[in-house]
């Protein structure tokens, strides 16, 4: 581990690598994904960055996130004016004591709101069946299902570790 704080240890988890490196990092990407139910979503809009707490549920495969936003909110717009977006998952509320503790995934990916019905029913019973407290909101017609096509993860752990990890390379 670096214990230079201003300076990270940066690994890229790629295809071929001979240690246990990319499998413990995508179940940790996995536990934390699958554990955390709240993500920080941001988009970008009129020059400035935008966040909002959002509830979420990922697929299986860890392609792709889904959630719910009324569509006339400013969220919604952004996402409909620049699909690229950002989330942040993390557990730093049960790590209050120390930094190195935390862990956080950084999503960046491309959205879109679902209008597909066979598309919004499979994602929405996804979403449901994680957030069940949501189902009135998510079937809502003035509510939309937003799809990210996750395209890289970074993973930081012990404060200063980063690993970057692509879907799709490690099935």
């Not at 079937?139 to 993860?153: A, H, W």
Request: proline content about 6%; aromatic content about 10%; hydrophobic content about 35%.
């Amino acid at each position: 581990m670096n214990n230079r704080y201003d300076e990270p240890d940066f690994i890229d988890v790629v295809p071929g690598r001979t240690d246990n490196a990319r499998g413990q990092v995508e179940s940790e990407i996995r536990a934390l994904c699958f554990e955390q139910p709240f993500a920080v979503l941001a988009t970008q809009g009129e020059g400035q960055p935008y966040t909002n707490l959002i509830s979420y549920a990922v697929s299986e495969d860890l392609k792709q996130l889904v959630f719910s936003t009324p569509s006339q909110t400013r969220k919604y717009s952004l996402i409909k004016k620049n699909k690229k977006v950002s989330l942040l998952i993390d557990n730093r509320a049960q790590q209050p004591e120390s930094i190195n503790l935390i862990r956080a995934v950084t999503i960046t990916g491309i959205a879109r709101p679902l209008e597909d019905p066979k598309e919004v029913e499979r994602w929405a019973e996804l979403l449901i069946k994680r957030h069940s407290y949501l189902d009135k909101f998510i079937k809502s017609p003035s509510s939309s299902l937003i799809l990210v096509d996750i395209i890289r993860i970074f993973y930081v752990r012990r404060f200063q570790e980063v690993f970057q990890w692509v879907p799709g390379n490690f099935s």
